[in-house]
């Protein structure tokens, strides 16, 4: 079956930087849309960055110009550049994967969440002020 497992999780200073990543086993990743996404304590599940099958990229407005999603088929890796932490990027982070097109809306929104197949377990990266 399909099986995806996060990793890079950490804590680090407001300022710092973590790489997440996320390797997929039981399927090839090159005909799926990637994304991460992050849950708070206490919040909804949110999108964060996805990446087309054809390496298009959406990224929510919070992380814009720090975070950067990238994609490495022949490897079945998916990864998140974070850049520039801050206490409020604190949370679960998730790995997803869809075989289905992309919604196009933005990826905060609910649809992206309902729109993904597979999701791992999460790695917890917490930002200290």
């Known amino acids: 079956q399909v099986q995806l497992v996060e990793s890079g999780g950490g804590s680090v200073e407001s300022g710092g930087s973590l790489r997440l990543s996320c390797v997929t086993s039981?399927?090839?990743?090159?005909?799926?849309?990637m994304g991460w996404f992050r849950q708070a304590p206490g919040k909804q599940r949110e999108g964060v960055a996805v990446?087309?099958?054809?390496?298009?990229?959406t990224v929510a407005d919070s992380v814009k110009g720090r975070f950067t999603i990238s994609r490495d088929n022949d490897k079945n890796m998916l990864y998140l550049q974070m850049n520039n932490l801050k206490p409020e990027d604190t949370a679960m982070y998730y790995c997803?994967?869809?075989?289905?097109?992309?919604?196009?809306?933005?990826?905060?929104?609910?649809?992206?969440?309902?729109?993904?197949?597979?999701w791992g377990k999460g790695t917890l990266v917490t930002i200290s002020s």
């Open positions: 990446i087309n099958n054809a390496g298009i990229t």
């Open positions: 039981g399927t090839t990743i090159s005909r799926y849309a």
């Open positions: 997803a994967a869809t075989s289905r097109r992309c919604p196009n809306v933005r990826v905060e929104s609910l649809t992206y969440y309902y729109a993904m197949d597979y």
